[in-house]
């Protein structure tokens, strides 16, 4: 399933990618699984200056960032991730925390495409994990759906989202993940046609403007993650 996809999303060229974790085992099993995919893995780190190190160097697709490294084990993953974008704002982001945390999320994705936030339980589906990555390495932007599910459950109800339609958010929380129409068509067993009136109904609810940027579809969980 992995290879198949890989073909159709990624091309010819394997992603080269950078990984920075302080745990190793994950590490290397992170680098394996993704080199069985086809992916080219370049360089692995397990702090944040290697990872930086690492980066300036090879100038890799894609780098995918522990959250907590040392030496104080609390954002300097995150740290290394807004260096990154800010110097070479051609290489994707993917980072990898242990807990859903809303507020580095919506500082991540702020920073536009080739960007996402992953639980790092995601990892033990292979094949989610890999489509994620490719996803991202090829432009786009994922969002972990218990982010959704953690800003749904905290709204206020007389928040504008509050608004939505169950479908509504249904269509939202794939969308979120990094998912075409047509991925999100097939997942709910519904015509495409009915999730591009869905998506329409979502963007013109949030009032969020009419643009053919490819993060768009991003800028609707920052407004969850605005509303808190």
Excluded at 14 to 22: C, F, K, N, T
Excluded at 67 to 84: F, H, K, Q, S
Excluded at 108 to 125: E, F, I, N, P
Aim: proline share 3%; hydrophobic share 45%; net charge negative.
């Amino acid at each position: 399933m992995a290879s198949g996809w890989r073909r159709d999303i990624v091309g010819e060229t394997p992603s080269r990618i950078v990984l920075a974790d302080d745990d190793t085992l994950l590490r290397e099993g992170i680098a394996s699984l993704l080199r069985e995919s086809g992916f080219d893995v370049v360089g692995q780190a397990h702090d944040a200056a290697g990872l930086l190190d690492l980066v300036r160097e090879l100038r890799p697709d894609l780098a995918i960032i522990d959250v907590r490294m040392p030496p104080g084990y609390l954002t300097e993953g995150l740290d290394a991730a807004r260096e990154i974008r800010g110097q070479f704002p051609g290489t994707g982001i993917l980072v990898l925390s242990a807990h859903a945390e809303v507020e580095e999320a919506m500082e991540l994705l702020a920073t536009g495409q080739r960007v996402g936030y992953l639980l790092k339980s995601r990892v033990t589906d292979v094949d989610e994990f890999t489509e994620t990555v490719g996803r991202i390495a090829a432009g786009g932007s994922v969002v972990d759906p218990a982010l959704v599910r953690e800003l749904i459950s905290a709204r206020r109800r007389d928040d504008f989202l509050g608004q939505l339609t169950a479908r509504e958010r249904d269509v939202l929380a794939l969308m979120a993940e990094g998912r075409s129409n047509a991925g999100i068509a097939h997942r709910l067993w519904v015509t495409e046609g009915t999730v591009e009136k869905h998506v329409r109904s979502i963007l013109a609810r949030m009032q969020l403007p009419e643009t053919e940027e490819n993060h768009r579809r991003v800028l609707a969980v920052l407004a969850y993650l605005e509303s808190r």
